[in-house]
């Protein structure tokens, strides 16, 4: 359990964490968000904790009042709770200082409205579980740009670079996937030599599935994810799982889903759906059928009906010609912003 003690200490120390800070943990404990950067490092810097159940933003907020509250942590969709809540009630938040926004994609508007309204000097952290769980983070002395449009740089005794296809390491401000090697990473997944191979290459690198750019400061930018996963509201959502299960469906003869982006959860569902000859079905009976079968954040928001998929000379369909297709169609271009 070294690689995550360190880890939290690390975390600790970014935030400047000590025993005057009492943290409110809204995010799960089974997570690493919760179990790592929010429990293990309270234990490592002697802050005081302040665990809630289950989300629910008015109540977050009145502990804040309540317990002198300096420190909240949560997913992005988190905090734009918490802005709506304080529209409704008259919270002081004198003692919140700072916290850490992790789990999907920060738009702007709210990283900026954390800061100005909530009082909190918000810092951002990217990891994987695999990695226990920060890889980067900000600083509490970073400008509010590289805030928002970074995850920060690597932590002490990690080595990140971003590599090529071939494993090799590309130019500063080239796009390739992120990899690091340090004390962090997992000895492997257990009882799944395979998988392990898979992840770790024979250097130690975990290969994260990121695609990513560092400038020449070492700050990382993630652009988008090798694998097809996207992350709805701070849960991981895997596109093949979705897939599987409405192909049940009697009427839909294929299917394709993806994330999107979305202002409030980072991203969405897209199920874009074929029928079969002589069937019909309706967006409402689509997502009313997941609704009643699928947790929350794997319920496509949006149902698309198309003819035929952009198709790549081996048959297979296309998924980043159909995440442009449908931004345009939705108007989603700028909405992860």
């Known amino acids: 359990n070294l690689n ?4 939290a200490e690390q975390i600790a120390e970014v935030m400047k964490q000590g025993q005057e800070d009492v943290c409110l943990i809204v995010v799960p404990f089974f997570h690493c968000f919760g179990c790592v950067i929010g429990i293990s490092a309270c234990v490592s810097a002697s802050s005081g904790m302040v665990p809630m159940p289950s989300f629910d933003a008015k109540q977050a907020l009145t502990y804040m009042d309540m317990f002198d509250i300096s420190i909240v942590h949560g997913v992005p969709t988190m905090f734009i709770s918490y802005l709506e809540e304080m529209k409704k009630g008259d919270y002081k938040l004198e003692s919140v200082r700072t916290g850490v926004m992790a789990g999907a994609p920060c738009p702007v508007e709210i990283m900026k409205g954390a800061s100005e309204k ?14 226990s769980p920060v890889i980067t983070m900000t600083s509490l002395d970073d400008e509010l740009r590289d805030r928002v449009e970074t995850v920060g740089r690597a932590l002490p005794e990690q080595e990140v670079k971003i590599v090529d296809e071939n494993n090799r390491e590309v130019p500063r401000g080239t796009t390739g996937e992120l990899v690091v090697r340090g004390y962090n990473v997992m000895k492997g997944y257990f009882k799944k030599p395979e998988a392990t191979r898979e992840a770790i290459d024979e250097e130690g690198f975990l290969h994260s599935g990121d695609l990513a750019v560092m400038d020449e400061r070492g700050y990382v930018r993630i652009v988008g994810r090798k694998k097809e996963m996207y992350i709805c509201g701070g849960f991981n959502v895997y596109p093949r799982e979705i897939e599987e299960f409405l192909f049940k469906i009697s009427a839909v003869e294929n299917v394709a889903v993806l994330g999107v982006p979305d202002p409030k959860f980072g991203e969405v569902g897209l199920a874009v759906i074929k029928l079969a000859e002589g069937e019909h079905t309706t967006e409402e009976e689509i997502i009313n059928y997941c609704k009643v079968n699928l947790a929350n954040f794997k319920v496509p928001r949006y149902v698309w009906f198309v003819d035929e998929y952009p198709m790549t000379q081996s048959g297979k369909i296309q ?19």
């Open 319 to 337: 998924k980043f010609r159909l995440r442009e297709m449908a931004e345009e169609r939705f108007g989603l271009k700028d909405a992860g912003n």
């Open 4 to 7: 995550i003690a360190k880890n």
């Open 118 to 131: 909530m009082g909190a000097n918000i810092v951002i952290a990217y990891g994987l579980t695999e990695a």
